[in-house]
């Protein structure tokens, strides 16, 4: 009896001392307070639910982006150091698409690896949309260094998380200014690739980095070449909203807004000695909804160990004269307009040929009436004049 005893008793203790454990560690889990976003739940694959991760996803794009793919039944987390986004653009998000484990947001800087593998790690992630970026020519002229660190650096690191981390769809956010001053219009994605500024030369190295990879792996890649986006969300719930600092290197359609709501005194239009139909330069804009729409035609057709390069435009040039016009009649307001001589760098035309998206993929633009866009734009705009801030 003494014998059995003392041969039992460590094991018995043993016992106990794995049920304390168990219970103590059961109490800590129900105690933890719940994930609102349900973020745990993104850390599993979800049968037949695709999880995505939109770099970027607080900007004007990415946000318009993670709409879409929500709306589309998608799992998003969004990774941004909201240094150009909105946190406000996020939050409507999340009140619209309440649901644990389709929305999470995580505050990050792609330039800092070892949060990046972190997410990765955490995470799974089936594709990877890549925003993030900073997206300002003129800027770029300014600041070289953070372009290529920003774009070129970053998309390194978001590949190497990628690679290590065994995520194999990669949509990535190029730009028609990789493809600089081309002779002859309209640009197919086989015109010659001669970057004149730092943004374009950082996205065009991104893009090789993302090339030479993929020849060795089974990565499926989608590279999108946007030309000048415009528009917001038909349904007024998202719009665009760069920082005001940003003003001045900003863009055509956020200038016109601003002249229309009288926080800039009126337009500076560059250039009206251009060999064009009225003087001024040419370009193609394209709506962010059909961008957006693009963007998962191309996620949709990704396959592996294939690369899709396609140009995303309307194939329509229109000038600067006719985006003036347009833009007056959208708001109704009468916008003052300066014609100044040229700036140094800007070209005469640029537009797209996007017959490949077209038939590739079978995506065409369908929101190419200017004047309606930007109507659509404007009413976010006036009802929104501190952005996302406070209406
Ligand atoms: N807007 C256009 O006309 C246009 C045209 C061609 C290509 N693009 C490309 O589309 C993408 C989106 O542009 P957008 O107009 O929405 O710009 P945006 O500035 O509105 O959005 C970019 C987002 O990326 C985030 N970001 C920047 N650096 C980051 C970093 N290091 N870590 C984490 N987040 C970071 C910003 O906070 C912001 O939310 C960019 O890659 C841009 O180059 C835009």
Redesign the pocket.
């Known amino acids: 009896m003494d014998y059995s005893d003392s041969r039992h008793k460590p094991h018995i203790i043993g016992k106990v001392f794995i049920a304390v454990f168990l219970i103590v560690l059961c109490i800590l889990i129900t105690k933890k307070s719940p994930d609102p976003s349900g973020a745990s739940l993104l850390s599993l694959h979800v049968p037949g639910a695709t999880h995505v991760l939109v ?9 318009h982006a993670v709409l879409r793919l929500l709306k589309d039944s998608y799992r998003v987390t969004v ?8 946190i406000g653009a996020i939050k409507i998000l999340q009140a619209l698409f309440p649901e644990p484990g389709r929305l999470q947001f995580i505050y ?4 800092n690896a070892r949060a990046v593998n972190k997410i990765f790690a955490e995470n799974t992630f089936d594709a990877v949309m ?6 300002y020519v003129g800027e770029s002229m300014l600041e070289p260094l953070r372009y290529y660190h ?2 070129t650096a ?1 998309t390194l690191v978001v590949l190497e998380a990628m690679a290590a981390h065994g995520v194999k769809t990669l949509i990535y ?5 990789t493809y600089g001053e081309p002779e002859k219009m309209a640009i197919t994605e086989e015109t010659p690739q001669v970057p004149i500024n730092p ?1 374009g030369k950082a ?1 065009k190295m991104a893009e090789d980095i993302i090339l030479d990879f993929s020849k060795n792996s089974d990565m499926a890649v989608m590279i999108l ?6 528009g917001s969300d038909p349904e007024g719930r998202l719009g ?1 909203a ?1 920082r005001p600092e940003l003003r001045e290197h900003g ?1 055509i359609s956020g200038a016109c807004f601003d002249a229309a709501l009288g926080i800039i005194p009126g337009l500076k239009v560059k250039g009206t000695d251009y060999p064009t139909r009225d003087g001024t330069c040419i370009r193609d804009y394209i709506d962010v909804t059909d961008l957006v729409d693009a963007h998962v035609k191309a996620l949709d057709k990704a396959k592996p160990r294939r690369v899709g390069i396609y140009n995303v435009g309307t194939g329509k040039g229109i000038t600067v004269k006719e985006f003036v016009e347009a833009c007056k009649k959208a708001t109704g307001a009468d916008i003052k307009v300066e014609y100044l001589s040229r700036r140094p760098g800007d070209y005469a035309e640029v537009y797209s040929d996007p017959s490949k998206i077209n038939r590739e993929l079978n995506w065409t633009a369908h929101y190419t009436d200017l004047e309606k866009s930007l109507s659509i734009a404007w009413r976010w705009q006036k009802s929104h004049r501190n952005g996302y801030g406070s209406p």
């Open positions: 770099t970027g996803g607080a900007g004007y794009i990415g946000s990774v941004d150091n909201l240094s150009r986004g909105n990050a800087d792609l330039g890549h925003f993030a970026a900073v997206a920003n774009i970053n956010s190029s730009t028609c200014a943004y996205k070449r946007y030309f000048n986006v415009i665009e760069p863009r």
